[in-house]
């Protein structure tokens, strides 16, 4: 729309009499013309020349009269604020769950796919930030990352280690965001060529074994920056739960569920679960993970919200990206935290 980037005009249609006398001497015919050109050039895109030309006029003339239509309030304009942060609420994010940062992206979203690219930009915003050439930076797996990783432009030259096995698809899985990561960091990188879940124990201890595989698991203690999704426990929220079979399921429904971060799973107060899993995932430990001196967590949307209060409680993460509306029910709900958690110092 001209003049107005993301903005929105609004021009009432004819006026009547009365209407016109409500706006300082303008009577019915000016008011008519006040409302043809602001149609035209609002919400038709046309330039003032070319309005001026149709309407016998001079192009300033056709200037005066579109300030004046703002000014009498003929042309409302309204600026539509989706996508951007709502500061009041991140902090109150912030110091209720006691994070070092927290990122509240506006709406109104409709669905997670508008959703994704909104969190995915505000997170790789926020890695701009906390990245230096010095951190290692560590990343997990998920739809919400990748669309973090299309608006990651520019990285400073730091390694990069992939956080846990592979899951999802051959063509877009925690291996590919790494490998785009790089492209745009062109530093070192330490890839995870091994499933996210094996079928017993020591088919998982065996790849652990494997030159390759040991190297990378060997740089998740020196992670400086970790960011990870957080799953909420089903199958469309979730990286983990798609990719287990029934006698898994049957057997995590004695626990109490409420999020999977890293193929780790935790129960609502933020407390890790062990279960049999743990001998079988590929990926990096509760243990050491809650060790990384910075862990953002980048999730949102309705159906996030106790996923994201679980870990937020265990203060398993130390900044959250998130939406408004997720931000909101976190605010409302339970906000007990676990006891601090001692991690490595930043860049020591």
């Known amino acids: 729309m001209t003049g107005v980037p993301g903005g929105r005009a609004a021009a009432s249609g004819d006026a009547s009499p009365a209407e016109g006398a409500g706006r300082a001497t303008a009577g019915p015919s000016s008011t008519r013309l006040a409302v043809a050109i602001a149609r035209a050039y609002y919400l038709e895109g046309r330039s003032k020349v070319e309005i001026a030309k149709q309407h016998d006029l001079s192009r300033f003339k056709v200037a005066r009269i579109l300030e004046e239509s703002l000014a009498s309030g003929l042309v409302r304009i ?10 009041e609420l991140a902090e109150q994010l912030r110091e209720r769950y006691q994070l070092h940062r927290a990122v509240v992206v506006n709406g109104p979203f409709r669905g997670p796919e508008a959703l994704r690219p909104a969190l995915g930009s505000a997170a790789a915003d926020l890695l701009a930030e906390l990245v230096t050439a010095d951190d290692v930076l560590g990343v997990g797996w998920g739809r919400t990352l990748s669309a973090m990783v299309d608006a990651v432009h520019d990285l400073p030259a730091c390694e990069i280690v992939q956080l846990t096995g592979i899951a999802g698809s051959v063509a877009t899985n925690n291996a590919d965001l790494v490998r785009q990561l790089l492209s745009a960091s062109h530093g070192a990188h330490h890839p995870l060529y091994a499933p996210l879940v094996v079928p017993d124990a020591q088919t998982a201890a065996g790849l652990a074994r494997q030159p390759s595989i040991k190297a990378t698991m060997a740089q998740w203690r020196r992670v400086s920056v970790a960011v990870v999704a957080v799953g909420s426990w089903d199958a469309d929220g979730s990286q983990l739960y798609p990719v287990l079979e029934p006698r898994d399921h049957a057997a995590l429904r004695r626990h109490s569920v409420a999020a999977e971060m890293c193929a780790v799973l935790y129960d609502p107060d933020g407390r890790p679960l062990t279960t049999a899993l743990d001998q079988r995932r590929i990926g990096i430990s509760h243990a050491e993970l809650v060790r ?3 862990v953002v967590a980048v999730a949102g949307g309705p159906t996030k919200a106790a996923a994201l209060r679980s870990v937020l409680r265990g203060r398993v993460v130390t900044s959250v990206v ?22 490595r110092p930043h860049r020591a």
């Open 78 to 87: 309204e600026i539509a604020d989706v996508g951007s942060s709502d500061t």
């Open 292 to 294: 990384v001196p910075e």
């Open 322 to 343: 998130t939406d408004a509306d997720a931000a909101r029910e976190l605010l409302a709900g339970d906000a007990t935290l676990q006891p601090a958690v001692r991690r």
